[in-house]
């Protein structure tokens, strides 16, 4: 592993500044939300696993959910010189990862991550400028400081770069 890769792990998040480099593995369902501000190279991740903390009794941990998640990725960054105005953000996971009737929504998570995460971004006005998101399969990323891009990893069916 490189020395300046920093792992987020499952519901969990963290922020770096460049030459650092946040991966995340094993997403599935899940939805990981990368943030950048181009300008001082700042950047930060969260694996996210729901869409909304107030819809679970048991939310203390506000880097499971995409609605808190997002807002303490901001402040964390903002806190260490970043400017939200600024950020771009980079989305990857919400995959279907069973076979389950699709009009039950309880059993479609990474759609609702997905859209939770689209949703959250909007109302703080970040645009989406890259996303690997659906299907059925499984991703790692790596969200890399010094230029923003996202690489995200597959198991057969390769990797891309956003």
């Given at each position: 592993m490189i020395s300046n890769?920093?792992?987020?792990?499952?519901?969990?998040?963290?922020?770096?500044?460049?030459p650092g480099i946040l991966t995340t593995l094993g997403l599935g369902s899940?939805?990981?939300?990368?943030?950048?501000?181009?300008?001082?190279?700042?950047?930060?991740?969260a694996h996210i696993m729901l869409p909304d903390s107030t819809q679970i009794k048991n939310n203390s941990n506000t880097a499971k959910f995409a609605d808190t998640a997002t807002q303490k990725l901001i402040n964390d960054?903002?806190?260490?010189?970043?400017?939200?105005?600024?950020?771009?953000?980079?989305?990857?996971?919400?995959?279907?990862?069973?076979?389950?009737?699709?009009?039950?929504?309880?059993?479609?998570?990474?759609?609702?991550?997905?859209?939770?995460?689209?949703?959250?971004?909007?109302?703080?006005?970040?645009?989406?400028?890259?996303?690997?998101?659906?299907?059925?399969?499984?991703?790692?990323i790596e969200l890399y400081s010094e230029d923003g891009r996202l690489v995200v990893k597959t198991i057969g069916h390769g990797t891309f770069i956003l």
């Amino acid at each position: 592993m490189i020395s300046n890769m920093i792992v987020v792990g499952m519901a969990d998040l963290n922020s770096t500044k460049c030459p650092g480099i946040l991966t995340t593995l094993g997403l599935g369902s899940c939805v990981g939300i990368g943030l950048y501000d181009p300008i001082t190279k700042i950047t930060g991740l969260a694996h996210i696993m729901l869409p909304d903390s107030t819809q679970i009794k048991n939310n203390s941990n506000t880097a499971k959910f995409a609605d808190t998640a997002t807002q303490k990725l901001i402040n964390d960054m903002c806190m260490m010189g970043a400017r939200k105005e600024r950020f771009i953000a980079k989305i990857a996971g919400g995959a279907q990862m069973f076979a389950f009737n699709a009009t039950n929504d309880s059993l479609r998570i990474g759609d609702r991550n997905v859209e939770a995460t689209i949703r959250i971004l909007g109302m703080y006005g970040i645009p989406i400028v890259a996303k690997h998101t659906g299907a059925n399969y499984g991703r790692t990323i790596e969200l890399y400081s010094e230029d923003g891009r996202l690489v995200v990893k597959t198991i057969g069916h390769g990797t891309f770069i956003l």
